[in-house]
């Protein structure tokens, strides 16, 4: 047989696989009561990779969320074989199904920088970098035992909290993972070292939904969230609200050492994980072990898991990652998820973090956004689309670039001027501050990654 004539026979039979696959998930969505509303189905081989992707309508799929749970994922590839099922896509949603042997992932992966209103977690086995808008991300469970790259996961979060300008509730009861950001300006309660400081942190949370609850009845629109508010906060003239980022690191720990599952940090917690998304609050349950009836009480509100290395095939089982239990030891920061597959998370320099934590340090300004900055101040601190426009950015760029920058409180409108752009006094503060938090540590080579929004 000719090289030609065996690639033609692998690709028949891909093709079988691929029209197999087609039939059956339309079937496990009717089955769960969902519209298997696909709109096309796409067969592709690029470096290597075969992949089928099943791309779905969304003006006919309802409320996005019913779609992209990760129990749904598993129904789904266990359905086909076991073949797993990826999300993919950033504008719309799109099934991935990997048909070929998957390719190895990098034994590091820098972090390449804060990329504003996204998170940016790793690089997946696809070669491409996961990058997921807040709003997006929800809640996360992370596990991990010492070394194998939770707490630098953690810390990474943070990280780029920071530079988004959020607020933060943090926990770390060892003391091992936030020791350089007690005292920070962005907490909102002192950093927890104890269960009964934990339930302090949460305790606090619950509070400010409670007052984001008030807020969000004094302007128009009825907001449903964060986005929503800000929107409307800035057409009324009202200052908008930072998003709010809760680590509790050794969760497992504290609610055991709390009354357990059903104990007042697990039940506060559990209210908290169910009112937090609507109010701009994303939390992350971090521990080295988790048990079955702890992960039983927030297992409905976690967006994914990231299960590293773990002490066995029950943990893993526990946090819905059961794959994890197969990471080598050699394997730092490479975590299986239940939404994105393998990711080989980003790296980040603790030094960064310690110098983000420093007294009078503020969030850095990207190269691009002092750019935008002082070009404003250089047209007596006026923005406009014209402006942004003649930076290179094109007309939805620059719109968006100034609704966001109103969001964060950076540029408001001034009636005395027909209500033109101006930037404030808090971004003159970031413009004049040092830039302690580097927005990159090595960046990626584009050869490497591909960003992908999810």
């Not at 290597?48 to 992707?53: A, E």
């Not at 359905?79 to 042997?101: D, E, H, K, Q, T």
């Not at 970031?430 to 990626?444: F, G, I, M, R, V």
């Amino acid at each position: 047989m000719s090289n030609n004539e065996e690639q033609l026979q692998i690709s028949r039979s891909r093709l079988r696989e691929a029209e197999a696959i087609a039939k059956r998930l339309p079937d496990v969505l009717q089955r769960r009561g969902l519209r298997p509303a696909f709109s096309d189905w796409l067969l592709t081989a690029e470096h290597g990779l075969t992949w089928l992707f099943g791309v779905l309508d969304l003006r006919r799929v309802g409320r996005l969320e019913q779609y992209t749970q990760p129990d749904l994922l598993h129904h789904l590839s266990t359905a086909i074989g076991g073949r797993p099922v990826y999300l993919s896509n950033s504008s719309g949603l799109r099934y991935a199904v990997l048909l070929s042997a998957p390719p190895r992932l990098p034994r590091r992966v820098d972090f390449p920088g804060v990329q504003r209103g996204s998170a940016v977690l790793g690089q997946r086995a696809t070669g491409e970098l996961l990058r997921v808008p807040w709003e997006r991300l929800g809640h996360l469970l992370v596990a991990g035992k010492t070394g194998a790259g939770k707490s630098s996961f953690d810390r990474l979060l943070v990280y780029q909290a920071l530079a988004e300008g959020c607020q933060l509730l943090l926990a770390d009861l060892d003391g091992a993972t936030f020791p350089m950001l007690a005292g920070h300006s962005a907490l909102l309660a002192p950093l927890a070292r104890s269960p009964e400081a934990m339930l302090t942190v949460v305790e606090r949370a619950l509070g400010e939904c409670d007052h984001r609850a008030s807020v969000y009845g004094q302007v128009g629109g009825f907001p449903e969230n964060l986005a929503e508010y800000n929107a409307a906060a800035v057409r009324e003239g009202v200052a908008p609200l930072a998003r709010v980022l809760v680590v509790l690191d050794e969760y497992n720990a504290a609610v055991l050492g709390s009354g357990g599952a059903n104990g007042p940090l697990s039940t506060a917690v559990a209210a908290l994980g169910w009112r937090g998304r609507k109010f701009g609050l994303n939390l992350v349950f971090s521990a080295q072990d988790f048990t079955k009836a702890v992960v039983g009480r927030v297992r409905d509100q976690v967006g994914a898991a990231f299960c590293f290395r773990v002490r066995g095939a029950e943990v893993a089982r526990a946090v819905g990652c059961p794959a994890a239990v197969r990471i080598p030891e050699a394997r730092p920061g490479l975590a299986v998820t239940d939404r994105w597959g393998p990711v080989q998370t980003c790296y980040l320099d603790k030094t960064l973090l310690v110098q983000a934590g420093r007294p009078g340090v503020r969030p850095a300004l990207s190269a691009e956004e002092q750019e935008l900055a002082e070009a404003a101040l250089e047209n007596g601190g006026r923005l406009s689309i014209p402006l942004l426009r003649e930076s290179g950015l094109s007309e939805w760029q620059a719109r968006k670039t100034l609704t966001d920058w109103e969001q964060r409180g950076w540029v408001r409108r001034d009636p005395q001027h027909d209500n033109a752009r101006y930037i404030t006094a808090k971004l003159h503060g970031l413009l004049s501050s040092p830039q302690a938090a580097h927005t990159a540590s090595s960046p990626l080579k584009p050869s490497q990654t591909v960003a992908m929004e999810v």
